[in-house]
């Protein structure tokens, strides 16, 4: 597989993982529909994904652009030690039932106020791929969510380690971004 005219994309465009208050809203992102109570756990519910906020990635930005080009004497963070290299930063990780929970204490309600469904992450994205294919631009949103629910991990970069402790991250409070996901799923429009 070429990946260089890839890499070379992203690191001309930049990158960052999924906004848990953008695609939380979306019902057909993270598979959970305020309006209606219903949510669709992908196989289990369980898969742990890395997904940041729009403040998180702002102070992600920051941190690194505070950090000094060159180590002083020739030790310490530095960009030049990032350099084309994929970085790190989340809020936190969690899985469709984390975020199901959060759902629950914001809005007061518990399981049996929802229609709970279950769908293989992989069948999910397989249709998708076919509804798009056939022109339903929408199943681009669902394929992209389903993609980092799979079971092989890589929607969960924690282990490959953040840089949260060294631009002194803060882990953010879910359901406050929880709140902010169930206001934006009243707009029209996204």
Sequence with gaps: ????P????????????????????IPS??????AKRTVT??????AMISTSTWPQVGRTVAGLLSMPI????????????L?????????????????????FRVTGTTEKDWTITKES???????GVKEMNQGDRIEFVKILDTRIFFEDGAGNFE????????????????????????????????
Excluded: H
């Design 1 to 4: 597989m070429r990946t260089g």
């Design 6 to 25: 890839t890499r070379k994309t992203i690191a001309d465009l930049g990158k960052s993982s999924f906004w848990y208050e953008w695609s939380l809203a």
């Design 29 to 34: 992102a993270f598979g959970i529909d305020f």
């Design 41 to 46: 756990l992908f196989d289990e519910g369980e």
């Design 70 to 81: 060159k180590a002083e004497r020739g030790n310490g963070a530095c960009l030049e030690n």
């Design 83 to 103: 350099k084309n290299q994929v970085v790190y930063a989340d809020p936190f990780t969690v899985s469709q039932k984390n975020m199901f929970e959060s759902a």
């Design 121 to 127: 992450a992989k069948e999910r994205y397989e249709n």
């Design 159 to 190: 282990s490959k380690g953040t840089l949260n402790g060294l631009l002194g991250l803060p882990k953010e409070d879910i359901d406050e971004v929880t709140r902010a996901a169930i206001e934006r799923s009243k707009s029209t429009t996204w």
